[in-house]
T-cell receptor, first 113, second 113 residues
Framework: NAGVTQTPKFQVLKTGQSMTLQCAQD?????MSWYRQDPGMGLRLIHY???????DQGEVPNGYNVSRSTTEDFPLRLLSAAPSQTSVYFC????????????FGDGTRLSIL | GENVGLHLPTLSVQEGDNSIINCAYS??????FIWYKQESGKGPQFIIDIRSNMDKRQGQRVTVLLNKTVKHLSLQIAATQPGDSAVYFC????????????FGKGTLLTVNP
């Protein structure tokens, strides 16, 4: 199993551009989530999904959209990139119970100029 | 809001010594706790977890202790090795659902040879 795969690993955008961060898992996990990691802030939850067709907002959802059309994929869309969205983004997945550890990808490092 | 925090942002130990990383949490309703290790350029890696009906759990060279009375969590690493050098995060299952993790800001562990 590859686990959680995130693409791209690095990206530079201009303010106002849009893009999609990809996340895929091959562990048949029901739960998937997106976090952003900023210096001194730890990881903060952006959006999460408890199964295909179901998404919900986390702590910092503004400026981001998600969809979950399949169990495997959970893309994160930046609609109009802003410098405040410069961060490292992590996708995670876990089994269908909330008391199971989440498995993380290696992140996408995103810079907004 | 309620946060998970860490007492020490950095910890430096000698190779072979035992390490103790502490974490305070404030949400008394949290019932599941996880420790993650994050190496530079990588995503968080699961180390060990503990549920609120336990006060101690052991893994390979690691032990997690949970003190619900004072809302304190600790990670003990026995015979610390240079490969243990990383940032360690505690996380609690909080936010009113079983799927939202709240992360602490992390402790940087440096192991000196």
């Amino acid at each position: 199993n590859a686990g959680v795969t995130q693409t791209p690993k690095f990206q530079v955008l201009k303010t106002g551009q849009s893009m999609t961060l990809q996340c895929a898992q091959d562990m048949n996990h029901e739960y998937m989530s997106w976090y952003r990691q900023d210096p001194g802030m730890g990881l903060r939850l952006i959006h999460y999904s408890v199964g295909a067709g179901i998404t919900d907002q986390g702590e910092v959802p503004n400026g981001y959209n998600v969809s979950r059309s399949t169990t495997e994929d959970f893309p994160l869309r930046l609609l109009s990139a802003a410098p405040s969205q410069t961060s490292v983004y992590f996708c995670a997945s876990s089994k269908d119970r909330g008391d199971q550890p989440q498995h993380f990808g290696d992140g996408t490092r995103l810079s907004i100029l | 809001g309620e946060n998970v925090g860490l007492h020490l942002p950095t910890l430096s130990v000698q190779e072979g010594d035992n390490s103790i990383i502490n974490c305070a949490y404030s949400n008394s309703a949290s019932d599941y706790f996880i420790w993650y290790k994050q190496e530079s350029g990588k995503g968080p890696q699961f180390i060990i977890d503990i549920r609120s009906n336990m006060d101690k759990r052991q893994g390979q060279r690691v032990t997690v202790l949970l003190n619900k009375t004072v809302k304190h969590l600790s990670l003990q690493i026995a015979a610390t090795q240079p490969g243990d050098s990383a940032v360690y995060f505690c996380a609690e299952n909080s936010g009113g659902s079983n799927y939202k993790l709240t992360f602490g800001k992390g402790t940087l562990l440096t192991v000196n040879p």
